[in-house]
């Protein structure tokens, strides 16, 4: 007979000696020790090993079996396929049931699962509670309250669809509606009183959850009174406290202050450490939301304190976590970050999801104070996993908000848009104002600076509502008055933004709130300066910026030192105002160099730009007309290239293994999103989702550090490059600004300056731009525009001399615009003739001059050539359209391209790479090779809207499988020994502007890579085109001319033929140089 055991205990909660005894004697296994259960026999609180085998005696009658759950979550299982799972809530302090019909009831075999990994035992109360022979309904109010149970496994189930799970919990709250409203129960409470209370209880979760937040709470008022009857005094204690959270969540901040002090009293009289844990968590948290922060924080430390004299490690976390934010609240964020950390590795530990999440995101914040947005965006992306995880919409929506808020600071006002609307609206359903008024505040914001003010006046009448409804809190009461303020500062003032002022500061009262008093100090100096009282503005800028620095607060300081310049230009001190402005465009930079994916940085460098506009017109009405000034204007535009261009080289450092894994992960997702893959290849849903992976991707690159690049003076670099230019060689340098545009002339006799209004300038490119694209449109017509441009950007009189070769660093619309174009008004025409050559012109990237590096060695004729083109499967045939796994057009001509390139070589210096042999392995190991001359003919993507999806060079698959992709992440992972590398056609199925955006971004990363040189083209060329434009490039390659040269005679070639006369046909192809080499 099997062995089997239990212990009674006294109706405490445990005595620790008979525990472990208990343990001792139901340690050696389930198989080896069933429990054995009869009707209305209690076994006693007692600990048990996982998984606990059940054997029920009901007496042939019909029975519930309810386990009581002290402080470790497990599951009712009969198979596999039959799990119960009730909770009130999901907790590891509830109540299981599962009903038995008498049938059943001789013969089955249940067990006590763990409902989590690394769960190994559990202190445990089990009763068989079985029906009255003569009163049968009662079992139909077990067998309710058993499907309720059941809809709620359904309800908590991740694997279901969303509006199943919704479903499922409005079907349990009905079940347990029924149950509570039957005549049954109240034959049932004579027996089991605990049952009104347990179902109120459970009612009110889901209720909850639901978003009847009121109602929920009402029932565990109501719960907490029955436990109170049924004598179950802790279980009281439970509900009042749940009931107290709810008030916290729904802005009742006062009230649940109150009640959690009295639980928290209770819990140290009853020595109950659990308890007084949590109670001490949500008492701080309460503290918090009232501003009262210093309290919080002092409370956090108690909480963490308790919690860790209990040996509960995961609650510590989360209170670590919770007290690492007050940190972050007090602007203390060397010490909030510290704390943080200590959190999350207390919480990974634990294995405690929402103590992980709760550190995640206060790790981001912290992170984001400091500028690292890209380390920002990662934890709360990790955040917003574990969030799904949890099934926690309330947890979702706090993730939301952060993402959301990243993306506002990137400035990317479309997603941040979309991603804190759904927050919001989550908050809303749920019942949580304070955090909707929050939301609705950064939606608001979002919502202004994406220019949609009618938008943004909506949001914050919905906020404002909540907070006069007293529901939001005075934190969230004056995030909205601050809004509001704003807004009304951006109209120009007046009563409207004085009464916000006046309520923000009424909202905040004393609190040593950072952040706000941060916003409402620069907020007050921006009206100050708005009013022109400049005096003021001064003091509130002082204030702010002491705050700032002691902080550590890189966001803030940016602001600050933008408004100071204003200030000392509005003071008539326009040198000091040029010294800050530059002061600002460093602050910038370092934010900047802090992203380590190029969109990210794109932000900064824009503010970081706008400032150097600045500076550049103080400048320019100091000093207009000397050499001396205008290289001390082109030495800053240096600077600002240099340390761009640093920051995106420091992300090619490294080349771990470590990284080879999330890059491969990337890449197949990346294949998904495009629909690169083979016939054979099955959908699947990925493992983790593709914005996470990405953050990785970019996490896996070292960051760079620092700020404005070292570039010595201007007239340094002037004089470099004068140093380096050939006799009659140019350099030219644009800038184009919001208002203004700057070029600058370089030539080994002297420098020259030219200043122009930027809208004209950007008007005459678009124009210029769009009559290239026109097939319809003539030479003449063609040379218009750029004649129109030339006097807009004040290049006539540049443009009358020639020079064999011309350096370009264009900027803004200019670099959107064929090379030859900005040399030579009348390229169009100019380009049929014969005895006037266009014009032979490399873009740089850089204006450093790079002059301790060697010059480039020559090209290209004896370099050796590698030339891959159409990928494919070998069972695909040659002469098919396209290729039917991938549904991509196949590109017909690239193959005879690259046979004609080839034959134009010599045979063993040339290795081809056609079909099924261009693949991933031989594209790397190619663009790695020393000095050589690398071509690719194929497909390329590049998304705008999806950070990471660009630059996607299409390939063969390794493993003849379909096609695959060499990514922007894998070009940047790669150190580029290539002389030159050739982009041919890029043409998409879904064409346009996307494939621009590929060639370009393709030639980027490859020379952000190593590579020398790129030939690639500004826009999308059909593949016929572009086989003839490259055998014209290869023929003069053969000729001995270099790239830049060989371009501009391919060019001229094609323009004299009738089929490719039009600029559209040849005029894209550019060559592009890294830095000034």
């Not at 002290?70 to 396929?81: F, T």
């Not at 202050?257 to 928290?264: A, C, E, I, Y």
């Not at 003449?780 to 370009?808: E, H, M, V, W």
Request: glycine fraction near 8%; proline fraction near 4%; hydrophobic fraction near 45%.
């Amino acid at each position: 007979m099997p062995r089997t055991c239990s212990l009674p205990l006294s109706r405490r909660r445990w005595l620790g000696l008979a525990a472990v005894v208990l343990m001792a004697c139901c340690s050696r296994g389930v198989s080896a020790a069933p429990v054995r259960l009869g009707c209305d026999v209690p076994l006693q609180a007692a600990v048990f090993a996982l998984p606990v085998e059940l054997r029920l005696d009901t007496a042939g009658r019909d029975a519930l079996l309810l386990v009581e759950e002290r402080g470790a979550d497990v599951l009712i299982q009969r198979s596999a396929a039959d799990v119960q799972h009730w909770d009130s809530p999901p907790s590891a302090w509830a109540y299981q049931l599962a009903s038995l019909s008498a049938a059943e009831g001789a013969t089955a075999r249940w067990s006590l699962q763990a409902a989590s990994a690394g769960l190994v035992s559990a202190t445990l109360r089990l009763r068989l509670l079985c029906t009255d022979p003569q009163a049968p309904q009662e079992f139909a109010v077990l067998r309710t309250l058993a499907e309720a149970g059941r809809e709620f496994a359904r309800a908590e189930d991740a694997a279901l669809p969303a509006t199943t799970r919704i479903a499922a919990r409005v079907r349990a709250a009905s079940l347990l509606g029924e149950v509570l409203q039957s005549g049954e129960l109240a034959v049932l409470l004579q027996r089991w009183p605990w049952l009104r209370a347990q179902a109120l209880q459970t009612r009110a979760y889901a209720l909850a959850r639901m978003g009847r937040t009121a109602e929920g709470r009402g029932d565990l008022h109501a719960a907490a009174a029955a436990w109170q009857a049924a004598g179950d005094t802790w279980r009281s204690t439970i509900a009042r406290h749940r009931e107290a959270q709810q008030m916290r969540r729904e802005g009742i901040l006062d009230d649940a202050r109150k009640m959690l002090q009295r639980l928290q009293s209770e819990a140290t009289v009853q020595a109950d450490a659990s308890l007084l844990g949590v109670v001490t968590n949500d008492l701080c948290l309460t503290w918090r939301d009232l501003l009262r922060l210093d309290e919080a924080l002092a409370c956090f430390g108690r909480a963490v304190a308790i919690h860790e004299r209990a040996g509960n490690s995961a609650e510590a976390a989360l209170s670590r976590a919770n007290r690492a934010a007050a940190y972050a609240s007090l602007g203390r964020y060397a010490e909030a970050e510290a704390e943080a950390q200590a959190a999350s590795v207390q919480a990974q530990h634990s294995k405690r999801p929402r103590a992980q999440l709760m550190a995640a995101l206060v790790v981001g914040n912290v992170a984001r104070a400091q500028g690292r947005l890209d380390v920002a965006l990662q934890a709360y992306l990790e955040g917003l996993a574990l969030a799904e995880q949890l099934q926690d919409p309330n947890l979702r929506a706090n993730a939301q908000q952060q993402i959301g808020i990243a993306y506002l600071l990137l400035r990317d006002f479309e997603r941040a848009r979309v991603i804190l609307g759904e927050a919001a609206a989550a908050y809303e359903a749920g019942g949580y104002w304070k955090s909707a008024t929050i939301a609705l505040r950064n939606l608001a914001d979002a919502q202004r600076q994406a220019g949609a003010v009618g938008e943004a006046r909506s949001s914050i009448v919905r906020a404002q509502a909540i907070v006069d409804a007293g529901r939001a809190g005075s934190a969230a009461a004056a995030e909205v008055q601050l809004l509001r303020a704003e807004l009304a500062l951006q109209d120009g003032g007046g009563t409207d933004l004085d009464e916000a002022i006046a309520a923000a500061q009424s909202a905040l009262g004393d609190a040593p709130s950072y952040l706000q008093r941060q916003r409402l100090a620069v907020l007050l100096a921006r009206r100050s300066l708005a009013r022109g009282a400049l005096p003021a503005a001064g003091d509130w800028l002082r204030r702010a910026t002491a705050a700032a620095t002691r902080a550590g607060d890189a966001l803030g300081l940016v602001e600050t030192s933008q408004l100071r310049a204003l200030l000392l230009e509005k003071r008539g001190e326009p040198a000091a105002a040029k010294a800050a402005y530059l002061q600002s465009l460093q602050q910038s930079l370092r934010i900047a160099a802090l992203q380590s994916y190029p969109l990210h940085r794109s932000s900064y460098l824009g503010q970081a730009r706008r400032s150097l506009e600045q500076a550049l017109r103080l400048s320019l009405r100091e000093d207009a007309g000397s050499a001396k000034a205008a290289a001390l204007r082109i030495g800053w535009l240096a600077a600002l290239q240099e340390t761009t261009l640093s920051a995106e080289r420091a992300t090619l450092a490294g080349g771990d293994h470590q990284r080879s894994g999330v890059l491969a992960a990337v890449n197949e997702q990346v294949r998904r999103r495009w629909g690169i893959k083979g016939s054979d290849e099955p959908d699947a849903v990925p493992a983790v989702p593709l914005n996470i992976l990405l953050a990785r991707a970019e996490q896996s690159y070292p960051r760079a550090g620092g700020g404005l690049a070292r570039s010595g003076s201007g007239s340094d670099l002037v004089r470099a490059w004068q140093q380096r230019l050939q006799p009659g060689e140019v350099l030219l340098a644009t800038f184009v600004g919001e208002d203004l545009a700057l070029s600058w002339s370089v030539r080994r006799d002297g420098i020259e300056e030219r200043v122009a209004e930027a809208a004209a300038v950007r008007d005459a490119g678009a124009a210029l731009l769009a009559v290239l694209r026109d097939t319809a449109a003539t030479p003449q017509q063609i040379d218009a525009r750029g004649r129109a441009l030339a006097a807009s950007a004040n290049f006539s009189d540049f443009q009358k001399y020639t020079a064999p070769l011309y350096f370009l660093s264009a900027d803004g619309v200019l670099a959107t615009l064929p090379p030859a174009f900005l040399f030579a008004a009348d390229a169009a025409s100019r380009a049929a003739q014969a005895a006037t050559p266009l014009p032979a012109v490399v873009s740089i990237g850089s204006l450093q001059p790079g002059s301790e590096a060697p010059p480039l060695p020559a090209c290209c004729k004896d370099r050796t050539l590698q030339v891959f083109a159409d990928p494919s499967l070998r069972s695909w045939s040659e002469s098919a359209s396209t290729n039917s796994a991938a549904g991509l057009p196949r590109l017909p001509g690239s193959r005879s391209e690259a046979r004609a390139i080839a034959a134009r070589w010599p045979q063993e210096k040339t290795q081809l790479w056609l079909g099924a042999d261009f693949t991933r392995s031989r594209t790397l190991q190619a663009l790695n090779s020393a000095g050589a001359i690398v071509h690719f003919a194929t497909h390329g993507f590049a998304s705008r809207d999806e950070p990471g999806l660009d630059a996607l060079l299409v390939v063969a698959d390794d493993r003849a499988g379909g096609l695959d992709v060499v990514s922007f992440h894998d070009l940047l992972g790669l150190d580029v020994q290539a002389r030159l590398v050739v982009l041919g056609a890029c043409e998409a199925a879904a064409g346009g502007a996307r494939d621009e955006a590929a060639a370009t971004s393709l030639a980027h990363a490859v020379i952000l890579a190593g590579a020398d040189e790129v030939v690639a083209p500004l826009w999308r060329i059909d593949d016929a085109t572009s086989a003839s434009f490259m055998t014209a490039l290869y023929d003069a390659f053969e000729q001995g001319l270099p790239p830049a040269a060989a371009v501009a005679e391919a060019q001229a070639r094609l323009a004299r033929r009738a089929a490719t006369a039009h600029p559209f046909q040849w005029a894209g192809f550019a060559v592009q140089r890294g830095g000034g080499r």
